[in-house]
């Protein structure tokens, strides 16, 4: 990687502002039901306390638009963090204020802090340059870990490193390591899994893998505008009318270079768009009008499966049905184990993919499964992220 990696003779008693993604999803009960992002950012963290570094954490979570709001605050991230890492981490009432001015100006060498959520400020999302000022203004150097987040323009991620002398954590470093090694040297067949809601989505994924890939898989709700532009039938299943032309357009461009591109055969269908829905397995190219395609069926998992018996590396993003509801999980859960039991190496991005994987059980048989969605689907669109862009080269 050519971005310059943080190293242990610049953050001795330091003022360390690390970026982090601490968005992390919660269950019911308002407990943090999946800690990756915080697990995967250890590395770093500790690697700034051993050296003796002041370390001010900021992250943002969810969507508060600039307004404080309480159900959104970073509290139980923070109390995650100091479980995890056997020191206390005060977390500040506020971002750039009063205190967390005074919990920063208090801190000893090898201390970690954490300030309120980044986006109780406006100027966060904004890219406000006055607001980058005031957080670059807490510390002497930068180093951003939030791989998660590094496809927003936001003034944490682009405008802060402007201002301080900025580094690259090794959660960055190990993301874009992996994901290139896989892209930039595949062991074949590579075949990439595409699913979710949208082919508007993953359009971008398609064009940069194609000269790739040896084969796509698609799945999920964008199987549809697919299917509908090829003339079937698909009843009232999500399907993107203004995308038929493009549709059209990536089977001809698959066609030309040859490369596969699987569509489910079968659809668990749905009468409405409910997780408890009655439902049926019908031909994905004959759904019944009154009836939407939820799922996968078992004869499109067994064709998937066979492909991907053999893969030598997968990209895998987007659930190949509504895997939040168990009666259509079944899909992306059956091509979860199918990839735990394989060689492939496999790399899995985006949320719902990951807690599929998670409820699995077989997230440690995946090769990679990256902390980012949105940064990870940028990367396999080819682009380069704007927040790393903005990181110094060696
Ligand atoms: P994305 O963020 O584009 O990867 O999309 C993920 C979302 O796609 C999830 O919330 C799924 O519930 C949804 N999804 C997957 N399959 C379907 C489908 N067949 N119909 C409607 N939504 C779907």
Not at 114 to 127: A, D, Q, V, Y
Not at 188 to 212: H, Q, T, W, Y
Not at 222 to 248: P, Q, R, V
């Amino acid at each position: 990687m050519n971005k310059v990696i943080v190293n242990e003779s610049k953050v001795s008693g330091k003022k360390v502002l690390l970026r982090c993604d601490f968005n992390v999803p919660y269950d019911e009960s308002g407990e943090i039901s999946d800690t990756r992002r915080i697990d995967e950012s250890l590395k770093t963290i500790n690697f700034l306390v051993k050296n003796g570094a002041k370390v001010i954490i900021c992250s943002h979570f969810r969507r508060p638009h600039g307004v404080v709001n309480p159900s959104m605050s970073l509290k139980k991230a923070a109390e995650c963090l100091s479980s995890k890492i056997g020191q206390e981490v005060k977390l500040a009432k506020d971002v750039i204020g009063e205190s967390a001015k005074s919990i920063v100006s208090n801190l000893s060498n090898g201390e970690v802090c954490m300030l309120e959520n980044l986006r109780f400020e406006i100027g966060e999302e904004n890219n406000d340059i006055e607001f980058a000022k005031q957080l670059a203004s807490l510390a002497d150097i930068y180093v951003n870990d939030a791989f998660g987040a590094c496809h927003r323009e936001h003034a944490s991620l682009v405008g802060v490193p402007k201002l301080l002398p900025s580094y690259c954590g090794f959660l960055i470093k190990k993301e874009v390591e992996t994901i290139s090694g896989v892209l930039d040297n595949p062991k074949r067949p590579f075949i990439s899994i595409l699913g979710g809601a949208k082919v508007s989505d993953k359009i971008g994924v398609i064009e940069n893998l194609v000269d790739k890939v040896d084969a796509f898989i698609i799945g999920g709700g964008m199987t549809y505008t697919f299917m509908n532009a090829l003339g079937y039938g698909i009843g009232d299943s999500i399907c993107e009318k203004s995308k038929l032309g493009l549709a059209k357009d990536i089977l001809a461009l698959t066609k030309e270079k040859g490369v596969k591109l699987l569509l489910p055969v079968d659809s668990k269908v749905g009468r409405e768009y409910k997780c408890d829905t009655e439902s049926m397995i019908v031909d994905s190219d004959k759904i019944p009008e009154g009836w939407q395609g939820l799922d996968i069926g078992p004869r499109s998992i067994k064709i998937f499966s066979d492909e991907l018996a053999n893969a030598g590396s997968v990209v895998w993003n987007g659930p190949l049905g509504v895997s939040e509801w168990e009666n259509f999980a079944d899909g992306t859960f059956s091509i979860a184990r199918v990839l735990s039991e394989s060689n492939a190496k496999t790399i899995v991005g985006g949320g719902d993919v990951a807690a599929a994987v998670n409820k699995a059980g077989v997230a440690s048989k995946m090769y990679h499964i990256s902390t980012g969605g949105g940064a990870s689907l940028m990367f396999l669109e080819g682009k380069e992220l704007p927040a790393i862009a903005a990181l110094p080269n060696k």
